[in-house]
Each structure stands twice: as C-alpha cells, then as structure tokens.
C-alpha cells in the first residue's frame, strides 16, 4: 500500500521568504509523484510531477520539487513567497505498473503567506 | 469544455434527504474519479471509472452512496439518506492517461444540516 506524509498541517512566511514544504510516502514500487495546490473556494490545480528522468522537477508559478528515492521524499521549494501563495498545498503519488490507478493524498500543508 | 465542470457548486440538504452531485469530465478523458474532502482532511478516493470497464467502487464508505457514468461522458455521485457526516466537498477528476495526473474541478461544497 502506499501513503503520503505531509510534516507540517500550516506554515506562515513572510512575502519574499523562501519556503519548503514537506513531503515524504511510501510504496514498495515505482512511484509518480506530484505537487497540488489549492486555493480557497476552488479546485485543484497541477503545480508539477515527477514521473522519471531528473529529480528536480519545475513547476508553475515559480515552484520546484526534488524527488529524493533514498528519503522517500519530494519537498516543494520556492525561494520567494508572494502573498498570493497562500493556499493548501497536496502532495500525492501513485505507484506506476499494476492496476493501481488512485492518487493517494497527503492532509495539505496550509501555506500562509504574510506581509 | 475547456476544464471539468461540477454542480451544483454548493448543496445544503436536510439530513435524511437524498442529493445527486453531477460531473462533466474534459472531452475525450476517459477516466473520471470521485473523491471526498472533508474539512482539515487530504482527499479520500471515492470511486473510479474508465472507459467501459466495471468502476472500481472500493472507496465508497456506505450503500448510501451509489455512482453512473454515461459512456465517457457526465458522472452522477448520489448519495441517499444524507447524514451530517456526509458534508464535505466532493471533487471530481478526469484524466487521458492516468499516469500524468488529473485535472479537478471545483468541487461541490455538501452540507447537511
């Protein structure tokens, strides 16, 4: 089976911080991985994916993810914040071969991002 | 469309009554997914359709809730004799390849009151 841990349910910056948000999972195969984010009142929209190939994978809005195999990781990082980041952030991931086809999330990191 | 469409995109309901939460999927995806989120909660996966094949219903949390996909086209999630810890929002997805992510809509917002 497979899980996401997110390590910290709020972080608050401030504007122009860098910020890392945590994730680490676990699953016994191959894995893809993604970053989503949620802003208030809307759906979820793809920040990035990892699927293979380099581990530092860039996504929208300025975001990066390194995906870490020995840790198990694949932490979000931007290193400047603006105050429209504020949202919830989901990492998820789903083992790739089988028959397994569910994204399974994480709780969300609330990014707060103050003045 | 252009994106995935959900209505009604808020709901309150009595509890006991039945709801019907519908889902128009991005042309020519052929998997469609229902998940819940509850309040301060990561998404709980619902059910599965793709294409003509029998949906995986295992995430399903009762017999209260029930979902129909039309071909490749609109899902309805109903979920009969509401209780008030049925109140979430419910998101549908669809995707090309489930291997490259889905796209979500916005979600329908259930309370039961």
């Known amino acids: 089976a497979q899980s996401v841990t997110q390590l910290d349910s709020q972080v608050p910056v401030f504007e122009e911080a860098p910020v890392e948000l945590r994730c680490n999972y676990s699953?016994?195969?191959?894995?893809?991985l993604f970053w989503y984010v949620q802003y208030p009142n809307q759906g979820l929209q793809l920040l990035l994916k990892?699927?293979?190939?380099?581990?530092l994978v860039k996504g929208i809005n300025g975001f990066e993810a390194e995906f870490n195999k020995s840790q198990t990781s694949f932490h979000l990082r931007k290193p400047s914040v603006h105050i429209s980041d504020t949202a919830e952030y989901f990492c998820a991931v789903f083992s790739s071969g089988g028959s397994n086809y569910k994204l399974t999330f994480g709780k969300g990191t609330l990014l707060t991002v103050n003045p | 469309g252009a994106g995935v469409s959900q209505s009604p995109s808020n709901k309150v309901t009595e509890k006991g009554k039945d709801v019907e939460l519908r889902c128009d999927p991005i042309?020519?995806?052929?998997?469609l997914y229902w998940y819940r989120q509850r309040l301060g909660q990561g998404l709980e996966f619902l059910i599965y359709?793709?294409?003509?094949?029998?949906?995986?219903k295992s995430g399903l949390p009762s017999d209260r809730f029930s979902a129909e996909r039309t071909g490749e086209s609109v899902s309805t999630l109903t979920i009969q004799r509401t209780q008030q810890e049925d109140s979430a929002v419910y998101l549908c997805a669809s995707s090309s390849d489930r291997n490259y992510g889905y796209t979500f809509g916005s979600g329908t917002r259930l309370t039961v009151v």
């Open positions: 359709f793709q294409g003509n094949s029998a949906p995986d």
């Open positions: 990892y699927l293979s190939g380099s581990t």
């Open positions: 042309s020519g995806h052929t998997a």
């Open positions: 699953s016994s195969v191959s894995v893809y």
